[in-house]
């Protein structure tokens, strides 16, 4: 998982459109090292869609815009994966599609393996 992935998912998490986002990063006035400037507008889009790499000494900024801790640009926790996993449904469809390909020894094992990320989801979100 890329930090790129991880921050267009804040993003639609936070209900934040792509030019918000832009808009608060160039608020803060990040400064590139090499250049001394600050990323423009259509520069940050840029990152944001992948045209471009994410400059190391923007997180601290990205993190702000985003609200979150830097670390959480980093980590991929269970309760992420199960709600990136879902929101790709183009490749959940698929794989259902292919499904009665599959001999039952197959099924059998993936639904094991689903039932164990399921446990394993279910008692991370348990309230202590």
Not at 33 to 37: I, P, R
Not at 45 to 53: A, F, S, V
Not at 84 to 96: D, P
């Given at each position: 998982m890329e930090v790129l992935e991880k921050i267009n998912y804040i993003l639609n998490e936070k209900d934040m459109s792509k030019k918000e986002f832009a808009n608060k990063l160039v608020a803060l006035e990040p400064k590139i090292?090499?250049?001394?400037?600050t990323p423009s507008f259509h520069t940050i889009?840029?990152?944001?869609?992948?045209?471009?790499?994410i400059k190391i000494e923007l997180i601290p900024?990205?993190?702000e815009a985003?609200?979150?801790?830097?670390?959480e640009l980093f980590t991929f926790d269970l309760e992420y994966s199960a709600d990136?996993?879902?929101?790709?449904?183009?490749?959940?469809?698929?794989?259902?599609h292919l499904l009665p390909y599959a001999p039952q020894s197959v099924i059998m094992h993936i639904k094991e393996q689903l039932q164990k990320y399921k446990k394993l989801y279910d008692?991370?979100?348990?309230?202590?």
């Open positions: 090292k090499l250049t001394g400037e889009l840029g990152y944001l869609y992948g045209k471009r790499e900024y990205i993190a985003l609200g979150v801790e830097e670390q990136y996993n879902y929101k790709q449904s183009k490749e959940v469809r698929e794989i259902v008692e991370s979100i348990k309230p202590f």
